[in-house]
């Protein structure tokens, strides 16, 4: 299901107009696809699980997922360019004006101080990756260098036992 969002995405940003909505049906489900101005919302249903997908084409930006935990440090200044829930694992992708080593640097003080435990990091040059772990949480941090900032994708997930 999940590369059929991919080609959902390309599709909607092709046909959808300002403000439209469209169901899909498919083998495993429903995909219902609504756009308002620069804003394309995805929510995806099938037997098992529900998956809700937000992504916009501008600096407005869309919300974080209503159960992003709070804990989480969020960089000043940074937009939500794509939000996405699947049960209770999140993934969000924040557009910052930080350069990829300042993102490094501000998520390493600011997790450690919200009581996250930094599992493990890795510095590619072209990108750096950090995991961190609180409680039964986890979480995946992949950041790298865009033009005139940084994106840092965030993936949050509650540990399966």
């Known amino acids: 299901m999940k590369n059929s969002l991919i080609i959902l995405c390309v599709f909607s940003l092709l046909v959808l107009g300002c403000g439209e909505k469209t169901t899909v049906s498919t083998p495993k489900g429903e995909i219902k696809m609504t756009q308002k101005g620069d804003a394309i919302t995805f929510e995806m249903k099938d037997k098992d ?6 992504i916009s084409g501008s600096d407005k930006g869309v919300a974080l997922p209503d159960k992003f935990p709070s804990d989480f440090p969020i960089m000043p200044g ?5 939000a996405m829930t699947t049960g209770d694992d999140m993934s969000v992708q924040f557009s910052v004006k930080a350069s990829q080593a300042d993102a490094v ?3 390493e003080e600011n997790l450690k101080a919200k009581g996250w435990k930094i599992e ?3 510095n590619t040059g072209a990108s750096s990756m950090m995991s961190a772990k609180k409680g039964n949480r986890e979480c995946i941090l992949n950041m790298v260098t865009d033009k005139g900032g940084s ?6 997930a509650s540990e399966k036992s």
Do not use: P
Not at 78 to 82: F, L, S, W
Not at 151 to 156: F, G
């Open 151 to 156: 994106i840092v994708q965030v993936m949050v």
């Open 78 to 82: 940074a937009i939500v360019k794509v």
């Open 120 to 122: 493990g990091s890795m």
């Open 49 to 54: 699980e529900k998956t809700n997908v937000a």
């Open 105 to 107: 640097k501000f998520y």
